[in-house]
């Protein structure tokens, strides 16, 4: 990594407390922001951005790395079908090479669709190879284990014992925990609610506090999902959560889509994170988040593109625009402002990480996690409402041009600096296909 970086003529699109947009260049030094709007600086390294809009890199607060090596190979299905039909035979088929062929396709995608940082819920086995490949990739990551002690229809790799799965849980923590300068981070991940006993989610939440750090699950995505939950418990799927210690600020729930207004205030009162993601909820047909509703509390929502498996593409772009318009069919089209949903998908996201202090904003002393994004392509010309306008409405993941993160430059010119794209691909398809054939899907 050079010392000091210049990113020079380009639209600084902070995400500041001011939301100030700011025409000149970006100085890194250090891995982190010096600077912004100067001219005239030096640096070791220098990245031409004219024609160009930096901003801080996208972070996405719900994904699934070991679930890329799935695309397309379970579309056209309910959640819990899909569920029991393709990704739990697949999760549980899963080697340590496929899923780090699985990992490392992801983190490639993500790297080039401009997102910097993101929340991801691996399977029950071979986690180790997610952070080794997040370690090697460069990229920023809160990773956890899979979580899973019950059910119907789950097969025995993924089933687990529950003090054996905490021991494992316990053993990634401290192993990975702000390892890679603080670039890696670990959270607890049980499955959700119809998967762990109660019993498992309560030390989690225990075991959460005790180390200080996040729990990621899966919260109210499915109404057959919501029945199950009511009828095991008699209480709903949040209140649920409520009881055995999982809401906070240091919970992300992702999905909530059927939310009634009593659980969005009790979201609201105990300052649980949301992560919307709508690409994902439509394609499984399971409803529309009510993001307005929630965000009208208070809430901390972000954005997350959820695995491949059930979105096939895990670009930011897609779900800011997704996001925008699923809101404005409902509320009408002045809901939820280009502009808000950029927030989402960059300082909130960090925000619920509790990161915002670090990254998510382009501002002196941060750490310098920035994405370049070309805008003066056919279907972003002319951009009359403004840059902003024209990466949630209209930008590609294509457009993206350079991606620093932690001030190490990972992308240039559309060129990945640490991974070999052609060999990346190869080795996904053939550890895909060794995948399939394991877990008897054609």
């Not at 950029?342 to 002196?364: H, K, Y």
């Not at 279907?379 to 993160?405: C, K, N, R």
């Given at each position: 990594?050079?010392?000091?970086?210049?990113?020079?003529?380009?639209?600084?699109?902070?995400?500041?407390?001011?939301?100030?947009?700011?025409?000149?260049?970006?100085?890194?030094?250090?891995?982190?922001?010096?600077?912004?709007?100067?001219s005239?600086?030096?640096?070791?390294?220098?990245?031409?951005?004219?024609?160009?809009?930096?901003?801080?890199?996208?972070?996405?607060?719900?994904?699934?790395?070991?679930?890329?090596?799935?695309?397309?190979?379970?579309?056209?299905?309910?959640?819990?079908?899909?569920?029991?039909?393709?990704?739990?035979?697949?999760?549980?088929?899963?080697?340590?090479?496929?899923?780090?062929?699985?990992?490392?396709?992801?983190?490639?995608?993500?790297?080039?669709?401009?997102?910097t940082?993101?929340?991801?819920?691996?399977?029950?086995n071979?986690?180790?190879?997610?952070f080794k490949?997040?370690?090697?990739?460069?990229?920023?990551?809160t990773?956890?284990?899979?979580?899973?002690?019950?059910g119907?229809?789950?097969?025995?790799?993924?089933?687990?014992?529950p003090?054996?799965?905490?021991?494992?849980?316990?053993?990634?923590?401290?192993?990975?925990?702000?390892?890679?300068?603080?670039?890696?981070?670990?959270?607890?991940?049980?499955?959700?609610?119809?998967?762990?006993?109660?019993?498992?989610l309560?030390e989690?939440?225990?075991?959460?506090?005790?180390?200080?750090?996040?729990?990621?699950?899966?919260?109210?995505?499915?109404?057959?999902e919501c029945?199950?939950v009511?009828?095991?418990?008699?209480?709903s799927?949040?209140?649920?959560?409520?009881?055995?210690?999982?809401?906070?600020a240091?919970?992300?729930?992702?999905?909530?889509?059927?939310?009634?207004?009593?659980?969005?205030e009790?979201?609201?009162?105990?300052?649980t994170?949301?992560?919307?993601?709508?690409s994902?909820?439509?394609?499984?047909g399971?409803?529309?988040?009510?993001?307005?509703?929630?965000?009208?509390?208070?809430l901390?929502?972000?954005?997350?593109?959820?695995?491949?498996?059930?979105?096939?593409r895990?670009?930011?772009?897609?779900?800011?625009?997704?996001?925008?318009?699923?809101?404005?069919?409902?509320?009408?089209?002045?809901?939820l402002?280009?502009?808000?949903?950029?927030?989402?998908?960059?300082?909130?996201?960090?925000?619920?990480?509790?990161?915002?202090?670090?990254?998510?904003?382009l501002?002196?002393?941060?750490?310098?996690?920035?994405?370049?994004?070309r805008?003066?392509n056919?279907?972003?010309t002319?951009g009359v409402?403004?840059?902003?306008?024209?990466?949630?409405?209209?930008?590609?993941?294509?457009?993206v041009?350079?991606?620093?993160?932690?001030?190490?430059?990972?992308m240039?010119d559309r060129?990945?600096?640490?991974?070999?794209?052609?060999?990346?691909?190869a080795?996904?398809?053939?550890?895909?296909?060794?995948?399939?054939?394991?877990?008897g899907?054609?």
């Amino acid at each position: 990594m050079s010392n000091s970086l210049l990113i020079k003529g380009g639209t600084l699109i902070t995400m500041d407390a001011n939301r100030s947009i700011v025409d000149g260049d970006l100085l890194i030094r250090n891995r982190r922001i010096v600077s912004l709007g100067d001219s005239g600086k030096q640096a070791d390294q220098v990245i031409d951005a004219t024609g160009c809009v930096v901003l801080p890199g996208f972070v996405q607060t719900h994904v699934h790395l070991c679930q890329t090596l799935f695309r397309g190979v379970a579309d056209d299905l309910s959640l819990l079908d899909w569920l029991t039909k393709r990704v739990w035979p697949m999760e549980a088929a899963h080697t340590s090479h496929s899923i780090s062929a699985s990992a490392w396709l992801g983190l490639a995608e993500l790297i080039k669709g401009g997102t910097t940082c993101a929340l991801t819920m691996e399977t029950v086995n071979h986690t180790e190879a997610v952070f080794k490949a997040i370690q090697e990739s460069g990229f920023r990551a809160t990773v956890g284990k899979c979580m899973m002690d019950k059910g119907e229809n789950v097969p025995a790799a993924l089933l687990e014992n529950p003090e054996e799965s905490l021991k494992e849980s316990l053993a990634l923590l401290e192993t990975w925990h702000g390892s890679a300068a603080g670039r890696i981070r670990y959270c607890f991940a049980p499955r959700f609610a119809v998967s762990c006993s109660r019993d498992l989610l309560a030390e989690v939440a225990r075991q959460a506090a005790k180390h200080r750090v996040m729990v990621h699950t899966h919260a109210s995505e499915n109404t057959t999902e919501c029945e199950m939950v009511k009828k095991d418990t008699g209480l709903s799927n949040i209140e649920y959560l409520e009881a055995v210690g999982l809401t906070g600020a240091n919970v992300v729930l992702a999905h909530c889509v059927h939310v009634n207004e009593s659980e969005i205030e009790l979201l609201s009162r105990t300052q649980t994170n949301v992560a919307h993601c709508p690409s994902s909820n439509l394609k499984l047909g399971s409803g529309v988040a009510p993001v307005e509703e929630m965000l009208a509390r208070g809430l901390s929502v972000s954005l997350g593109a959820d695995g491949a498996a059930c979105n096939n593409r895990l670009d930011m772009f897609t779900e800011m625009r997704t996001a925008a318009l699923l809101q404005k069919v409902k509320h009408g089209p002045d809901t939820l402002p280009a502009s808000r949903v950029l927030q989402m998908a960059t300082i909130d996201g960090a925000r619920a990480l509790g990161l915002d202090q670090e990254i998510g904003s382009l501002e002196p002393g941060k750490l310098a996690d920035v994405t370049v994004v070309r805008t003066q392509n056919l279907h972003t010309t002319p951009g009359v409402d403004g840059v902003v306008s024209s990466l949630v409405y209209s930008a590609q993941p294509g457009d993206v041009e350079a991606v620093i993160i932690d001030g190490d430059v990972l992308m240039r010119d559309r060129q990945l600096l640490r991974l070999d794209e052609k060999a990346v691909i190869a080795e996904a398809n053939h550890e895909a296909k060794l995948l399939r054939s394991r877990a008897g899907i054609k």
